[in-house]
């Protein structure tokens, strides 16, 4: 489980960057860095539910 959090987490990470390098590359003239935001969007809402399901079936303990 911990990895799967830290491989979405990494996913996430590389969509950012990946947006940034069509942001300077493109100059505004593709949808690429949107399509990248996107889908870094998606993951992390998708990291989000899934630690709120762990917090949920006491996986980890939340505070």
């Keep these: 489980m911990k990895i799967l959090a830290i ?3 990494l996913s996430i ?3 950012l ?5 069509y942001m300077i590359k493109d100059k505004g003239d593709s949808t690429r860095m949107v399509k990248a ?3 870094r969007v998606i993951l992390s809402l998708t990291l989000f539910a899934i630690m709120m399901l762990w917090v949920y079936v006491e996986y980890i ?3």
């Design 37 to 39: 935001l996107t889908a």
């Design 61 to 63: 303990h939340g505070t």
């Design 13 to 15: 990470l590389y969509t």
């Design 17 to 21: 960057g990946s947006a940034v390098y």
């Design 7 to 9: 491989l979405l987490l």
